[in-house]
C-alpha cells in the first residue's frame, strides 16, 4: 500500500512539473516569436510616420514590412491557440484534429480514425497530445502513424515514429492516461523507432 502512496505522488509530481515546464515553453514562444514581431512593428511603424512626409517609397517599404510581421504574428499566435486549446476539440472531431496538427507540422503523417466524434474532451486531447509527440520526435524520411479505434466504451489508439522520443515526454502521457483510467505502453523498434499503444475508457 504505502509503494503504491508512493508511486501516486510521484505520478502526480511528474504531472506537475511537466504542467510548469509546458507554460514555460509557451512563455518562450510568446517572447521569442510574437512578441519580437509585435515590437518590430511598433518600432517600423514610428519610421513609417518619420518617412510619410519626405520619403514615400521609404514609408511604402516600412508598410510591407509591417504587413509581414503583423500576419507572421497572427500565424504564431494561431498555432500558439491551436496547441493550447484546439478550437475543434469541444466538437471532439479527433480525425479532424489529427490530420490538422500533422499540417500544422508540415510532416507527412497517416491518420486512420474510426470512432464516433462525440468523445470527452479530456480523451480527445490526450490523444491528441500523444500525437503531437509523435510528430515532433520523428525525422522527416518517413511517415509516421496514428491509428485510432472504439469498442466496449474504450478508446484504443496506436502510434508508431521512426525516432526515439524523450523519456520526460513519455512519462507525462503515461501519467495523464493513467490518471484518465487508462494504459499507455511504449516499445522501441530495431531501428531506433518508437511505437506508442494506448486505450482510455469512455466512462468512469
Same mark, same amino acid.
Given at each position: 500500500m504505502?509503494?503504491?502512496?508512493?508511486?501516486?505522488?510521484?505520478?502526480?509530481?511528474?504531472?506537475v512539473?511537466?504542467s510548469?515546464?509546458?507554460r514555460r515553453?509557451?512563455?518562450r514562444?510568446?517572447?521569442d516569436?510574437?512578441?519580437?514581431?509585435?515590437?518590430?512593428?511598433?518600432v517600423n511603424?514610428?519610421l513609417?510616420?518619420?518617412?510619410s512626409?519626405s520619403?514615400?517609397?521609404?514609408?511604402?517599404?516600412?508598410l510591407? #514590412?509591417?504587413g509581414?510581421?503583423?500576419q507572421?504574428?497572427?500565424d504564431?499566435t494561431s498555432?500558439l491557440?491551436?496547441?493550447?486549446?484546439?478550437?475543434?476539440?469541444?466538437?471532439?472531431a479527433l480525425g479532424?484534429?489529427?490530420?490538422s496538427a500533422?499540417?500544422?507540422?508540415?510532416l507527412?503523417?497517416?491518420?486512420?480514425v474510426?470512432?464516433?466524434?462525440?468523445h470527452?474532451p479530456?480523451?480527445?486531447m490526450?490523444?491528441?497530445?500523444?500525437?503531437?509527440?509523435?510528430?515532433?520526435?520523428?525525422s522527416?524520411?518517413?511517415?509516421a502513424?496514428?491509428?485510432v479505434?472504439?469498442?466496449e466504451?474504450?478508446?484504443?489508439? #496506436?502510434?508508431?515514429g521512426?525516432?526515439?522520443?524523450s523519456?520526460a515526454?513519455?512519462d507525462?502521457?503515461?501519467?495523464?492516461v493513467?490518471?484518465?483510467g487508462?494504459r499507455l505502453?511504449?516499445?522501441?523498434?530495431?531501428?531506433?523507432?518508437?511505437?506508442?499503444?494506448?486505450?482510455?475508457p469512455?466512462?468512469?
Amino acid at each position: 500500500m504505502r509503494v503504491e502512496v508512493e508511486e501516486l505522488r510521484a505520478a502526480l509530481k511528474r504531472l506537475v512539473v511537466a504542467s510548469d515546464a509546458d507554460r514555460r515553453m509557451i512563455e518562450r514562444e510568446l517572447h521569442d516569436g510574437v512578441q519580437q514581431h509585435l515590437i518590430a512593428l511598433a518600432v517600423n511603424l514610428q519610421l513609417a510616420g518619420q518617412a510619410s512626409g519626405s520619403d514615400a517609397a521609404a514609408a511604402r517599404k516600412l508598410l510591407e #514590412e509591417m504587413g509581414r510581421d503583423v500576419q507572421q504574428a497572427l500565424d504564431e499566435t494561431s498555432l500558439l491557440a491551436q496547441r493550447i486549446y484546439p478550437a475543434t476539440l469541444e466538437a471532439g472531431a479527433l480525425g479532424a484534429l489529427l490530420r490538422s496538427a500533422a499540417v500544422s507540422a508540415g510532416l507527412p503523417a497517416s491518420v486512420d480514425v474510426d470512432a464516433p466524434s462525440n468523445h470527452p474532451p479530456e480523451v480527445v486531447m490526450t490523444v491528441y497530445l500523444c500525437w503531437l509527440n509523435m510528430l515532433a520526435c520523428r525525422s522527416v524520411e518517413t511517415r509516421a502513424r496514428i491509428r485510432v479505434r472504439e469498442s466496449e466504451d474504450v478508446l484504443a489508439f #496506436e502510434l508508431v515514429g521512426n525516432a526515439a522520443c524523450s523519456d520526460a515526454d513519455l512519462d507525462y502521457l503515461r501519467d495523464r492516461v493513467e490518471a484518465l483510467g487508462g494504459r499507455l505502453a511504449v516499445t522501441s523498434g530495431s531501428d531506433g523507432g518508437t511505437r506508442v499503444s494506448g486505450s482510455l475508457p469512455l466512462s468512469r
